[in-house]
């Protein structure tokens, strides 16, 4: 069972809350906690395996909480919030919060998939939060397959993130400068009405510009561009342009189909990267990557919040690299460097 302490000033909110997790079977509620200091409290005195945490309460919010909790609690935490707080929810993630969903989601219209997802997000993450205390140090795992990644010239460069993915990118795009030589594109799985949230947040964070695709947009240099969500998100030679065709390996964005009409542009000349996430999506993506001749990385296991994503790309045999997340952004720069060159010539 997962001993679960959930937060928020609401208590018909909780009560949604506990009936959606016990409705499970995995999942004992141990305690609710009405606001952020009564969480820090009660996460101190249960120590549970998974805390569900507002933002916006009395006395001391859920930031303040969440900060709190992490200096002496283990245990995953997941922000379930309103989405006209999603950059708090996403400061939420920088503060050690693992994952966050739209209190939109819980009512009696939820579909049995996204159900689904939310019940498997939480049980992953509490099991790699166990996991993680126990394995410190194994690195075997971390070893770049490069032997064959030969330099070139690169043009762009596609990245798939979903469950940790916010996070993760948090720390991959502070790392790039404004000189940065290519265009970023990237499909982050995200609930609907986060999108806007999330670009930007990590606009104040990279010297970048990130922002959201546009139709018929051509993506350029010093841009993050964004795939919105409930929409798939493709290039063609005369830019972005969308798609609402049913979800692929169960999402919409799907990464698999940037890849793939990315390779098509780009051929050699593209790198994609998969980054922490559930699922398989970015697998097919770096497969076709890798036919057309571009350089394909995974995120390793052992910096990855749930492994599935970078895992399922890795057992393609389509990976070039596999590196733990503080390299990633180094790797980018060393491969464009090249770019930079030949475009000041």
Known sequence: MIRTLI???????????????ESDGSFQVVAEAENGQDGVNKARQLKPDLITMDIEMP???????????????TAAIVVITTIDTAKMAFDATVKGAHDFFAKDNFTQDM???????IINTLKQIT??????????????????????????SIEAIVIASSTGGPQALSQLC?????D????IILVQHNTSGFDLGLA???????????CIAEEKKVPVKGNIYIAPTDKHLLLEKTGFTFCNNDPVNNQKPAADLLFKSAAEIYGGSLVSVVLTGMGSDGADGTRSVKEAGGITIAQDEA???????????????CVDMVLPLEEIAGMLINFTRRQADVSSN
């Open 180 to 183: 940065f030589p290519v265009p």
């Open 200 to 210: 930007q947040w990590l606009n104040g964070l990279t010297p970048l510009n990130v």
């Open 127 to 152: 099991e790699r939060e166990k996991f993680l205390q126990t394995i410190k140090d194994e690195n075997d795992i971390n070893m770049p397959l490069e032997n064959n990644v030969k330099p070139r």
């Open 7 to 21: 937060t928020d000033d609401s208590p018909l909110v909780r009560a949604i809350i506990r009936d959606f997790l």
């Open 111 to 117: 579909s049995s998939e996204k159900r689904e997802h």
């Open 59 to 73: 006395v001391m919010n859920g930031l303040e909480a969440i900060a709190e909790i992490t200096k002496d609690v």
């Open 174 to 178: 502070t790392s790039f400068t404004e």
């Open 303 to 317: 910096t990855s919040m749930i492994y599935g994503m970078p895992q399922a790309a890795f057992e393609t045999g």
